[in-house]
């Protein structure tokens, strides 16, 4: 069965660094989304993202946040200058054509910024 | 209320039902979601209803919509300790990109 996948797992690194989260959605879908999930706390969502732009995002979502989708397959988050209370799972989800439902979602990466 | 709610546990032992309850905050959502989370792994998608149903099942699971309430239940027949869990509710509407989830039902099933 067709699933998202996403790397690294864990990613540890030092507030003020950049960091970038990879994910790779099932292959046949359109749209693409990040959320986030604080230890403790609810799955918030960050960003949608179709057609190469970005269709929707959050307040969460400021400067310090950008995606890309590089190439057919991956799509990343790049957080510019991490802040620690930027320590959290990330998901990246994917969904079809229709974009509003089934959507299914990745491991995560845990990100810790020390 | 500007949430979507949960109760944060529920505990059953093996065999019985699970009754995991959600109510969420807008009366357009279309789409209202329930996802697992196992320790360490990714949500994974359960089932999903759409706001024209009242129920839908599929096998141990029924789920339950209440528009006017705008209460959500899924129900689990027959637990097993693998359906330990998180469990999550969530709502989405048309033209809206964004999900928003409840706070995730921890659920205990005891031997």
């Known amino acids: 069965e067709p699933e998202v996948t996403q790397t690294p797992s864990h990613q540890v690194t030092q507030m003020g660094q950049e960091v970038i989260l990879r994910c790779v959605p099932i292959?046949?879908?359109?749209?693409f989304y990040w959320y986030r999930q604080i230890l403790g706390q609810k799955v918030e969502f960050l960003v949608s993202?179709?057609?190469?732009?970005?269709?929707?995002k959050s307040e969460i979502f400021d400067d310090q946040f950008s995606v890309e989708r590089p190439d057919g397959s991956n799509f990343t988050l790049k957080i510019r200058s991490t802040k620690l209370e930027d320590s959290a799972m990330y998901f990246c989800?994917?969904?079809?054509?229709?974009?509003?439902?089934?959507?299914?979602f990745g491991p995560g990466t845990r990100l810790t910024v020390t | 209320g500007e949430d979507v709610e949960q109760s944060l546990f529920l505990s059953v032992r093996e065999g019985d039902s699970s009754v995991i309850n959600c109510t969420y905050t807008?009366?357009?959502?279309?789409?209202l979601y329930w996802y697992k989370q196992e320790p360490g792994a990714g949500l994974q998608l359960l089932t999903y209803?759409?706001?024209?149903?009242d129920m839908k099942q599929d096998q141990r699971l029924t789920v339950l919509l209440n528009k006017k309430d705008k209460h959500l239940s899924l129900r689990i027949a027959d637990t097993q300790t693998g359906d330990s869990a998180i469990y999550f509710c969530a709502e989405s509407i048309v033209g809206n990109n964004d999900m928003r989830f409840g706070a995730g039902t921890r659920l205990t099933v005891k031997p």
């Open positions: 209803i759409f706001s024209n149903m």
């Open positions: 989800a994917s969904s079809g054509a229709g974009g509003d439902y089934e959507q299914y």
């Open positions: 993202f179709y057609n190469n732009e970005i269709s929707e």
């Open positions: 807008d009366s357009s959502s279309t789409y």
């Open positions: 292959s046949n879908h359109l749209y």
